[in-house]
């Protein structure tokens, strides 16, 4: 059986569950939002082992122990059941849900995609760049402050070539794309007290990169950002800007494939800009991120890719 911890809602995860199905391959959705309310986990133990690991998902109870392929691609918080309602017993409830789930994660005898604990580790920006710069790639001058002086001077030394600032992560609720600092804005430095923010030189280019590797394949897209009316970040015109596939030099992919062991990821989309001189900027790289766009772009075969990854590994 091959695990897809994600929900309905993520076109990405319902893409891969048509590919497999059409591959004749056993799979189940398990979305972790449903948990406890709608799905009910047992873990058994008997004669010192681990006997039985089920789930009762819709009515039907699957045997979680004969999974042996994990796409491990966007869990949603758990939904506590809502006739818990004091703050504190709500809490409780939640991290002992967190606790049991976790738990059953690491108990599964499979081949994860990629694992929660890399996945969680890998996913820290400034991580990723202490790594990437270790293994030789080049990357924006950075600064992560939650100091105002400290974010003045740095901007004051980026100059005319400008700053960018981003945030750490995101939600559907609270999405930042990457923004150009402008003059008007250094006024509200001020709240860069309230919480860290990323600042890092303006890396100017003329081609976005989206490079996805899976295992050993990996599918390399530009992005002409530059020929839109916002190419600071491509993430806001991805589906209007032009993006065919993109030739990486071989000692680029052998970073990157570097990179990805170093972090311990199987799955990774990874941005990165080419500067008008030739020389590729490492920016950051999305254990979870997407790649339907690129694919419906390039015809480069990702979900096929990742399909026989999972269907690969759960044969194994």
């Not at 690491?106 to 604990?117: G, H, I, K, R």
């Not at 070539?161 to 609720?173: D, H, L, N, V, W």
């Not at 990323?198 to 996805?212: C, M, V």
Request: proline residues 5%; charged residues 25%; negative net charge.
């Amino acid at each position: 059986m091959i695990l897809i911890i994600s929900h309905l809602a993520d076109p990405h995860a319902t893409m891969i569950l048509d590919h497999l199905d059409r591959l004749g391959a056993e799979t189940l959705l398990f979305d972790t939002a449903r948990f406890p309310r709608e799905v009910r986990l047992e873990m058994r133990y008997s004669s010192g082992q681990c006997s039985a690991v089920s789930a009762v998902i819709d009515g039907t109870r699957y045997n979680l122990s004969a999974v042996r392929s994990v796409w491990w691609r966007r869990p949603q918080p758990f939904e506590v059941q809502i006739d818990v309602t004091g703050s504190e017993d709500r809490g409780f409830a939640y991290s002992e849900c967190h606790a049991a789930i976790t738990g059953l994660w690491s108990c599964l005898d499979a081949q994860w995609v990629n694992t929660p604990e890399r996945d969680e580790v890998a996913g820290r920006k400034a991580y990723q760049l202490k790594v990437a710069a270790g293994l030789g790639l080049r990357i924006p001058k950075t600064l992560i402050t939650n100091d105002p002086a400290s974010a003045a001077e740095f901007i004051d030394g980026e100059g005319a070539a400008g700053t960018i600032y981003k945030a750490f992560s995101a939600t559907e609720r609270s999405w930042r794309e990457t923004r150009l600092l402008r003059p008007q804005e250094r006024i509200h430095l001020d709240a860069v007290r309230y919480a860290p923010v990323i600042f890092q030189e303006h890396i100017r280019a003329d081609i976005d990169l989206r490079i996805t590797l899976i295992g050993d394949a990996i599918f390399p897209a530009e992005i002409r950002a530059s020929e839109t009316d916002y190419p600071v970040d491509f993430r806001m015109i991805m589906h209007t800007a032009p993006i065919r596939a993109h030739v990486l030099p071989d000692g680029v992919i052998a970073k990157l494939h570097a990179l990805m062991e170093s972090l311990g990821l199987v799955y990774g989309a990874i941005d990165m800009r080419l500067t008008p001189a030739g020389e590729y900027v490492f920016l950051e790289v999305n254990p979870a991120g997407q790649w339907l766009f690129i694919e419906e772009r390039t015809g480069q075969p990702i979900t096929a890719a990742l399909a026989n990854y999972l269907l690969k590994a759960d044969r194994y």
